[in-house]
Nanobody, 119 residues
Framework: VQLQASGGGLVQAGDSLRLSCAAS????????MHWFRQAPGKEREFVSA????????YYAHSLEGRFTISRDNTKNTVYLHMNSLKPEDTAVYYC?????????????WGQGTLVTVSS
């Protein structure tokens, strides 16, 4: 599985942004999709995950309510909708795929997309 994340950029605090992650292959729906992020000087952290069918979702507790994960299996794409962005959301965001939902270290990773939130 090859993953290509996009949609990052420079936004102001309070803005919204939607990240996309396009996957190759015909088995996209077999994989739970994940978003992680890594801020400068910090460790990578889990953001959200969605099951292969899209029925089940999971969020980092601190982000629930502002971030929404979704997927379109007809387009082999997973999305991360981010609202009310804060400067502390600044990070490189990575999408990842794994057969297991809520994997701590998914098998497949995309290259990351940078989100910068200015105050």
């Amino acid at each position: 599985v090859q993953l290509q994340a996009s949609g990052g950029g420079l936004v102001q605090a309070g803005d919204s942004l939607r990240l996309s992650c396009a996957a190759s292959g015909r088995t996209f729906s077999r994989y739970a999709m994940h978003w992680f992020r890594q801020a400068p000087g910090k460790e990578r952290e889990f953001v959200s995950a969605i099951s292969g069918s899209g029925v089940n979702t999971y969020y980092a507790h601190s982000l629930e309510g502002r971030f929404t994960i979704s997927r379109d299996n007809t387009k082999n794409t997973v999305y991360l909708h981010m609202n009310s962005l804060k400067p502390e959301d600044t990070a490189v965001y990575y999408c990842a795929a794994d057969p297991i939902m809520r994997s701590d270290n998914p098998i497949y990773w995309g290259q990351g997309t940078l989100v910068t939130v200015s105050s």
